[in-house]
């Protein structure tokens, strides 16, 4: 072994396979399926048990109720004060809360969305005792070593801001893209409401779209695919298993009919592809808001019924075409700016050369690792550990964790 040199067939094809492992995002992983280290971040926290991700989920749900309850005892003595009496305030507020139309039932429908955030947040807090919104993503590895053997691992890292920024501005185009369709095949869905009285109600309700849907669609990533994805990648080891069992939840979350539904789930699906192909969620939250932005924003332009349950037939293809185009979009601009996204895609591939590795006196070739010593707990494997700041953890874990699967 000493001997060996640097250049010889077996090095060469080790080094080849090290390489061909870190695939660009928009890959399939060993051309078969999708990576699958953003839906293990759970799995890799420290303290894990299979149990916790059940008890996050129902902590979620509790918490989300009491903040609803909340939500809408506060509306309810805003409207009866607003309303100048008892028995008037109790109308108003019934009327409000059935009409999405209103400042009141608009307002109502997207804090109550909302809250999902700040209860999944809570939830993770009890179980965990550390933030939700740093494992958005898996960043690539610092370098950090924890021990005998241990290479690099993925780093869950909060909001990539710049790939947030830059999906938002690949989704804009798609969907102006889409109006453009629905101005040529259905011209009648998207002509504005000559009849609107451009008062003080339409501005606020312009105004509170941009403050409030961002946020909501942020919220519904992050339970339904953030919390989803990752409760299901804790225990199943094929990440499909991940994008598609939350799909049906997602969908009838929306009262919609059969082809809004239908439109619905092409979306979760994709959305939830997008999430392991780029590592995170900032793919997902920008189309999901710059989708529900032109939605939601387009009805009160337009005079629409923000309460109806179904759509024209164009609305619904342009809605089932418009995630499958951002996506291909998104593959498209991930194979120019792969390295920025890369992670690694199985145990113990760092994403930046030499991170992790061992000094190599024998010329074994770049990229290749020092034979391990074997690892007989998780314990041991954290026992050199050293914690980030709170709330971001670093995910470096035995051979065939991120991979891996129970």
Partial sequence: MEGMNATSPTTDSATRRARSSRAAPGELANGRRPP?????????????????????????????????????????????????????????????????????????????????????ELAMLSVYQRWFFPLISVRPGLGLRFGPGLGSGAVPGGMRWRLLGRYLLLALPVWVVGLIVLGIVAPESVALDRGADWDGRLALMLVLVLLLVPVQAMSEELVFRGLAMNVIGSWLRSPWWAVLIPVPFFVFGHLYDVPGLISVGVFAVVMGLLTLWTSGLEAAIAFHTVNNLFAFGLCVLTGADLNATDAPAAQIAVGMAAPIVFALVVIVDARLHGPELRVPRGPG??????????????GRGAGLRAPRRPVSSRSEAHSGEVLPPRGDVVGDLPQDHLGGGV
Avoid: E
């Fill in 36 to 120: 699958s280290g953003y839906i293990r971040l759970l799995r890799d926290l420290p303290g894990h048990r299979w149990f916790k991700p059940l008890l996050v989920v129902l902590l979620t749900v509790v918490y989300y109720l009491v903040l609803l309850v909340g939500i809408v005892i506060v509306f309810g003595l805003w409207s009866v004060v607003s309303a100048g009496g008892v028995l008037g305030g109790i109308d108003a507020t019934i009327s409000g809360i059935d009409d999405m139309n209103t400042v009141t039932g608009m307002v109502l429908a997207l804090v109550s969305v909302i809250v999902m955030w700040p209860a999944l």
């Fill in 349 to 362: 591939v760092a994403s930046d050369p030499g991170a992790g590795q061992s000094p190599d006196p024998v």
